[in-house]
């Protein structure tokens, strides 16, 4: 399983492999779900509230972003589709 830096950094695949951003990563990597989203870094909260599992994470993150957006969102919208982000099951990550 991926570091929770590495999965929130993840930039797209390589085969087996997760590819990451790591300037972002080094930048911004230690900051908390609700820091992240506070600083309008909606992929990467959103990122990380996906890795924590934990629902208050991801409540947060929506409405962090419905003020930013000026939307009303739910759940049940398709934040995956939105922020490109999706739970994959790989082991190694390529670190740029």
Do not use: C
Not at 8 to 13: A, E, H, K, R
Not at 70 to 81: A, E, L, V
């Amino acid at each position: 399983m991926l570091s929770r830096a590495d999965f929130i950094f993840t930039i797209g695949y390589d085969g087996p492999a997760a590819v990451v951003d790591g300037q972002a990563k080094r930048k911004y990597g230690s900051l908390s779900t609700k820091e992240l989203a506070e600083m309008g870094l909606f992929r990467a909260a959103y990122s990380s509230a996906i890795y924590s599992k934990d629902p208050a994470e991801l409540d947060y993150v929506i409405s962090a972003y419905n003020r930013a957006a000026n939307t009303s969102y739910d759940r049940t919208f398709p934040f995956d589709r939105l922020f490109g982000v999706f739970s994959v099951d790989v082991n190694k990550a390529i670190v740029l």
